[in-house]
């Protein structure tokens, strides 16, 4: 059985006072099974070496679980850092774009979810 992709979407701030909220966010949403997990970085405004630290625990929690992980439309600034340190070679990057297609799938999802 293939699980759903499951979106996160990550805006603000990913810095020493908040990114153990992303990586405690995934442990609690995100992988408890296998499957695709797209990480959403396009709005964020800020990104420091505690931001890679994160990214890279939420990739080894996603695989740990069978899944795999795609940093979607990463910012400039998490897109230069991840360069920078050579971090985004060991990274499924999608960088074209895709937030769009995938907020609008994840809109279907849930209303597909409401309707039961």
Do not use: K, N, Q, Y
């Not at 699980?3 to 020493?16: C, H, I, N, P, T």
């Not at 964020?44 to 992980?69: D, M, N």
């Not at 360069?83 to 937030?99: I, N």
């Amino acid at each position: 059985m293939t699980r759903a992709a499951r979106v996160v979407e990550v805006a603000g701030e990913v810095d020493l006072s908040t990114a153990h909220l992303l990586v405690e966010f995934v442990e609690m949403f995100g992988v408890h099974s296998a499957g695709p997990v797209h990480l959403d970085l396009s709005r964020v405004t800020f990104f420091s070496a505690h931001g890679i630290s994160a990214v890279l625990r939420v990739s080894g929690l996603v695989a740990a679980a069978g899944g795999r992980l795609t940093v979607c439309d990463p910012a400039p600034c998490v897109r230069r850092l991840l360069a920078l340190t050579g971090v985004d070679a060991g990274l499924d990057l999608d960088a074209a774009g895709r937030t769009d297609a995938l907020h609008a799938w994840a809109a279907r999802t849930a209303a597909d979810r409401e309707r039961g």
